[in-house]
T-cell receptor
Framework: NAGVTQTPKFQVLKTGQSMTLQCAQDMNHEYMSWYRQDPGMGLRLIHYSVGAGITDQGEVPNGYNVSRSTTEDFPLRLLSAAPSQTSVYFC??????????????FGPGTRLTVL | KNQVEQSPQSLIILEGKNCTLQCNYTVSPFSNLRWYKQDTGRGPVSLTIMTFSENTKSNGRYTATLDADTKQSSLHITASQLSDSASYICALNSGAGSYQLTFGKGTKLSVIP
């Protein structure tokens, strides 16, 4: 198993540009989520999904869109990038959306800079 | 507001020594508490998950303890190795069916020869 994969590893955008961060998992996990990690702050939940076709907002959803058309993929779209979205983005997944003690597996992260 | 506070912010120890990292929380209700290890430039990796009814859980040289009365958890690392150099993050899940974890800012541990 490759686990949770993310692409790209690094990205530089200009203000106003849009882009999609890719996330995929090959473990048949129900639950997938996106976090951002900023210096001096804990990880914060952006959006999550409890299965294909089902998504919901987390703590900091503004400026981001998600969709979940398959179990494996959970892309994160930045609609119009802003410097405040400069961050490291992590995708995570866990087997069940019903068991809160399931282990969450994190991807390697995408480091995004918005100029 | 639910909060997770970790201390110290950073710590330097000699290889082979033990250390203890602290996590204080105000999350309520509370379902489970997790400790993660995050190497520089990598994603967090789960070390332990404890429910509110458990007060200790081990994973090799890592032992997490939980005192739900005082709302404190600690992560004890025994016989530290250079590869233990990383950030250690505490996170809480607030309730059954809740998918939102509240994360602390982490403790940066450096193990030196």
């Amino acid at each position: 198993n490759a686990g949770v994969t993310q692409t790209p590893k690094f990205q530089v955008l200009k203000t106003g540009q849009s882009m999609t961060l890719q996330c995929a998992q090959d473990m048949n996990h129900e639950y997938m989520s996106w976090y951002r990690q900023d210096p001096g702050m804990g990880l914060r939940l952006i959006h999550y999904s409890v299965g294909a076709g089902i998504t919901d907002q987390g703590e900091v959803p503004n400026g981001y869109n998600v969709s979940r058309s398959t179990t494996e993929d959970f892309p994160l779209r930045l609609l119009s990038a802003a410097p405040s979205q400069t961050s490291v983005y992590f995708c995570a997944s866990s087997y069940s959306s019903r068991v809160s003690t399931d282990t969450q597996y994190f991807g390697p992260g995408t480091r995004l800079t918005v100029l | 507001k639910n909060q997770v506070e970790q201390s110290p912010q950073s710590l330097i120890i000699l290889e082979g020594k033990n250390c203890t990292l602290q996590c204080n929380y105000t999350v309520s209700p509370f379902s489970n508490l997790r400790w993660y290890k995050q190497d520089t430039g990598r994603g967090p990796v789960s070390l332990t998950i404890m429910t509110f009814s458990e007060n200790t859980k081990s994973n090799g040289r890592y032992t997490a303890t939980l005192d739900a009365d005082t709302k404190q958890s600690s992560l004890h690392i025994t016989a530290s190795q250079l590869s233990d150099s990383a950030s250690y993050i505490c996170a809480l899940n607030s309730g059954a069916g809740s998918y939102q974890l509240t994360f602390g800012k982490g403790t940066k541990l450096s193990v030196i020869p």
